[in-house]
C-alpha cells in the first residue's frame, strides 16, 4: 500500500469531511428558514449587493452558471429573488432580491451566528484560529481556481 494513497494521508478528504459536516450543522437553521445551504450562499452575495447579473452571482460562489441557473429558478419560485432581462444588454439575466429575500437577511443574522457559534463552541479552535484557517483555505482556493 501506497502512503499517499492511503485515506489518513489525504488533505482533500479532511476539506471534505469538514464541508460537509458544517455544511450539516447548518440544515436545521436554513430548514427553519425555508432555503437549503447553495441558496443561503446566492442569498449572502444579494446582500452584499443586490440586482446582480447571474454570471456575477455564478463567479463569486465559483460555480458555472449552468449550476447556479436553476438553484435562481427555484429561489424564484420561493418568492425569494426575481429574474428579469439587463437593460444594456438583453442576453443577460439580472437577478434581485424581493422583500421576502431582503426579511431573510434579518431572520438568518438573528439564526445562524448565534446557531453555528454554539454548534462550533466545543471545538478548541479560538477567533484567531478561524482567521488563519480562513486565510489558509483561501491561499488553496486562490491556486486551484487558476
Sequence with gaps: MHAE????????????????????????????????YPQYLVLMVLWEEDSQPVNDIAH???LETN???PLLQRMEK?????????????????VSLTEKGR?????????????MGETMKVCPLQLDDYVHLASELDSIIDTLKK
Design 5 to 36: 494513497l492511503q485515506l489518513d494521508n489525504q488533505i482533500c478528504f479532511r476539506l471534505y469531511t469538514a464541508a460537509r459536516l458544517i455544511t450539516q450543522a447548518y440544515t436545521p437553521m436554513l430548514t427553519e428558514l425555508g432555503i437549503t
Design 60 to 62: 463569486r460562489l465559483l
Design 103 to 115: 426579511a431573510l437577511e434579518e431572520q438568518a443574522y438573528k439564526l445562524i451566528p448565534a446557531g
Design 67 to 69: 449550476t447556479v441557473t
Design 78 to 94: 420561493l418568492g425569494i429573488v426575481t429574474r428579469k432581462k439587463g437593460e444594456q444588454d438583453k442576453r443577460q439575466q439580472i
